[in-house]
């Protein structure tokens, strides 16, 4: 009897956040690239991007409100 053992192949939430986080300032490897493409499914990837870009716009709106206030 031959058993397989199944392997999730979801990247955990720290390797999202820097593959996406790599990726987001352009600096990701050709290696680590083709691993996160390996992934089931990209929308991990799509959610996180989105948050990470949401940060850097609310990050943004803060530092100018912060450096033009009286």
Same mark, same amino acid.
């Given at each position: 009897m031959v058993t397989y053992k199944v392997v999730s192949k979801q990247p955990s939430l720290l390797? *999202?956040?820097l593959s996406t986080l790599a990726a987001f300032f352009g600096v990701q490897t050709q290696a680590r690239r083709q691993q996160d493409f390996q992934s089931?499914?990209?929308l991990p990837f799509i959610i996180m991007g989105?948050? *990470?870009a949401a940060l850097l716009v609310l990050s943004l709106i803060l530092t100018v409100n912060w450096v033009i206030a009286p």
């Open positions: 390797r *999202l956040f089931h499914s990209p989105v948050i *990470l």
